[in-house]
C-alpha cells in the first residue's frame, strides 16, 4: 500500500528539502501542512502513517496533543523535530508517546537516516498487521480440487496466466470460488508480498462505493470530517479484486478506465492524481456482452478487464471432483469446529454427488459443516443431510435409499438390469438407440449419469454449432453459456468448429 507521510515543520525550507530527499521513495506519498493556523487540525484529519511535526505545531498540553495522534485508527508513527537538545525534554516525549525525537539542527544527513528507517519500519508494521489480520495461511492454487478433465482443463489456464501482471477477469456462477481464485493467483504472483483488497462494488451505494475505491478529502461532501484513503491506494504494490464488476455504476465504470489506462486515481474532492501500482482482478456472474448491448457496461471497459479471462466450471458439471471435496472440506472444519468426525458414509457421498449444487462451492461447505455439527458419530450420514439434498438434484428410486447411515462398502456396484424390469420398455429400447446399454453393467448411477451428460452435451453442442454454422459466439447464445465456456466444453469433448461451417 502507499505510505502517507504528513509534514508540519515550522521551517518551510527544511519541509521542502525533506520531501525533495524523500520524493525518489515510489510507495510514499508526501502531504505539505507548514505551519498555518490549521495546520493541526489537518494533520489529524489526513489519514496519515507518518507525521514528522515540529514541537512547536503541537497544542499544550504535549502530552494531550501525542495522545490525539496515537489514538488515531490509522495507529500513526509520530516523529518530532524539538528546538533543543535537551534530553530531559526529548524524554518527556518519548514517555508522552512519540516515536522519535530530533534536534532540529542535526545534520541534515542524519536527520534522512531517521526518516527513511521509520518509513521502513512502518512498511513492516502494515505487512504484520495485514497478515494478523487476515490469517497468516495464504490460499494456494492447489486448493482447487481437479481431478475432473474439466477442472484439469482450466487449472492447466490458470497456471499460465498467474506469474503475469496483466488485468484478469474471473466468470462463474455464484458460489464457484471467485474470490479465493483470485486470492490464490495473488499469493502465487509476484505481487504475493504486497497487499490483497477486495471490495464487492454490488454491496455498497454509488456514493460509498466511489469513496470507498478512489477515497476522498477532507470536506469533500457532508461529513467527510477526516480524509479517507481508498482501496486503490491501500492495495498500492498488490493487487485490487473488483467482485460483482458487472454492477458497477457506469460513472465509476469510467472512472475505472482511467486508473486501468493512467494507473492514476483521483479521490472525491481533490484535483490531484494519485499514481498507483496495482494489479486488478474483476470477477462476475453476468453476461457483460449482454450487460454491454442493453447499455449497462462500457464496451472500452470490457476489452480492459478481459486481456484475459477465465470461467471457472460450475459444481454440477464435475461432480467426479465432489468427494475430494468432501474430504478436504471435512478435514478443514474438523480443526475449526473441533468435531471428530473422520469421513462420511458411502452413500451419503452418493446423494451429494447426484444433487444439483445450485450453490455450488459454497453451498457445499454449507452442507459439510451443517453435517458435522449435527454428526453423533465419527462418520457423516444421510440423517446428517439436509431434507434438500435428499429429496433435490436428479435422484431416482429415493425411496429405496435408506437413511439409516450403514451405506455400502466402498467399491460395490450395482448390475444394472437394461429393460426386463422396466415398465416402458421402449423407453430402454430408445436408450438402446442412442447409448450402447450393454456398457453399463457392473458401473454406478454416478458413472453412467457422467458418461450419459457428456454424450448428450457432445449431441447438444454440436447441434446448436451447425445451426450458428460454427461461429461460437452465435452457438454459445443459443446454448445460454459465455463464450469462453462453450470453447471450454468444446475442447473437452473434442469437438472442432470447423467441421460447421459452411
Known amino acids: 500500500m502507499l505510505l502517507r507521510l504528513a509534514l508540519a515543520i515550522d521551517d518551510k525550507k527544511l519541509e521542502t528539502k525533506i520531501a525533495g530527499k524523500l520524493d525518489f521513495l515510489s510507495d510514499l506519498q508526501i502531504k505539505h501542512f507548514g505551519a498555518s493556523n490549521t495546520a493541526w487540525q489537518s494533520l489529524v484529519r489526513s489519514c496519515a502513517d507518518i507525521f514528522l511535526i515540529s514541537d512547536t505545531m503541537i497544542p499544550q498540553p504535549v502530552e494531550s496533543g501525542l495522545s490525539i495522534l496515537n489514538n488515531l485508527p490509522e495507529n500513526p508513527m509520530t516523529i518530532i523535530l524539538h528546538g533543543n537538545e535537551s534530553s530531559a525534554d526529548h524524554a518527556r516525549l518519548l514517555a508522552a508517546g512519540a516515536d522519535s525525537v530530533i534536534y532540529s539542527g542535526v545534520v541534515f544527513s542524519r536527520l534522512v537516516e531517521v526518516m527513511e528507517t521509520v518509513i521502513d519500519s512502518r512498511r513492516q508494521y502494515n505487512l504484520m498487521d495485514r497478515y494478523d489480520r487476515k490469517g497468516r495461511l495464504k490460499p494456494k492454487l492447489s486448493d482447487f480440487i481437479s481431478e475432473s478433465q474439466q477442472m484439469q482443463?482450466?487449472?492447466?489456464e490458470v497456471h499460465q496466466v498467474v506469474t503475469s501482471d496483466t488485468t484478469l477477469l474471473i466468470l462463474g456462477e455464484t458460489g464457484v470460488g471467485k474470490e479465493h481464485l483470485a486470492k490464490a493467483i495473488h499469493a502465487e504472483s509476484p505481487r504475493s508480498n504486497g497487499p490483497f483488497i477486495a471490495v464487492n462494488t454490488a454491496a455498497l451505494p454509488e456514493q460509498l462505493l466511489e469513496?470507498?475505491?478512489?477515497g476522498h478529502g477532507q470536506g469533500a461532501f457532508t461529513g467527510a470530517i477526516r480524509a479517507?484513503?481508498?482501496?486503490?491506494?491501500?492495495?498500492?504494490?498488490?493487487t485490487i479484486f473488483l467482485d460483482e464488476i458487472g454492477d458497477m455504476p457506469l460513472h465509476l465504470q469510467t472512472k475505472l478506465l482511467r486508473v486501468l489506462q493512467e494507473y492514476e486515481i483521483v479521490p472525491i474532492g481533490s484535483e490531484e492524481p494519485t499514481w498507483v501500482d496495482v494489479r486488478?482482478?474483476?470477477a462476475t456472474n453476468k453476461d457483460l456482452e449482454q450487460e454491454i448491448e442493453q447499455g449497462r457496461f462500457r464496451r472500452d471497459l470490457f476489452y480492459r478487464i478481459s486481456v484475459i479471462s477465465l470461467t471457472i466450471p460450475p459444481l454440477s458439471s464435475r461432480k467426479?471432483?465432489?468427494?475430494a471435496l468432501i474430504r478436504t472440506f471435512i478435514s478443514h472444519y474438523r480443526k475449526r469446529i473441533g468435531r471428530d468426525v473422520l469421513g462420511i458414509s458411502d452413500d451419503a457421498v452418493m446423494v451429494m454427488t447426484r444433487y444439483a449444487w445450485p450453490g455450488n462451492v459454497r453451498e457445499l461447505m454449507n452442507v459439510i459443516e451443517r453435517a458435522m455439527l449435527?454428526?453423533?458419530?465419527?462418520?457423516?450420514?444421510?440423517?446428517?443431510?439436509?431434507?434438500?439434498?435428499?429429496?433435490?438434484?436428479?435422484?431416482?428410486?429415493?425411496?429405496?435409499i435408506s437413511t439409516s447411515g450403514s451405506g455400502r462398502a466402498s467399491g460395490d456396484s450395482y448390475p444394472l438390469d437394461t429393460g426386463q424390469n422396466l415398465q416402458d420398455v421402449s423407453l430402454c429400447n430408445q436408450a438402446n438407440i442412442m447409448f450402447n446399454v450393454s456398457e453399463w453393467e457392473g458401473k454406478t448411477l454416478p458413472q453412467v449419469r457422467q458418461e450419459v451428460v457428456k454424450e448428450v452435451e457432445k449431441i447438444f453442442i454440436e447441434q446448436v454449432l451447425l445451426k450458428a454454422k460454427g461461429r461460437v459466439?452465435?452457438?454459445a447464445t443459443m446454448a445460454g453459456i459465455h463464450p469462453r465456456g462453450l470453447y471450454s466444453k468444446m475442447k473437452q469433448l473434442g469437438i472442432e468448429k470447423e467441421r460447421f461451417k459452411k
Not at 153 to 156: L, P, T
Not at 231 to 238: K, P, Q, V
Not at 320 to 323: C, K, L, R, T, Y
Open 153 to 156: 482443463i482450466f487449472m492447466e
Open 211 to 214: 469513496s470507498e475505491l478512489f
Open 320 to 323: 467426479e471432483d465432489i468427494p
Open 280 to 282: 486488478v482482478i474483476a
Open 473 to 475: 459466439g452465435k452457438a
Open 374 to 400: 449435527l454428526c453423533r458419530g465419527n462418520i457423516i450420514t444421510l440423517k446428517n443431510l439436509p431434507e434438500g439434498i435428499l429429496t433435490g438434484g436428479d435422484h431416482e428410486n429415493e425411496n429405496n
Open 228 to 238: 479517507r484513503r481508498g482501496s486503490f491506494e491501500l492495495a498500492h504494490g498488490g
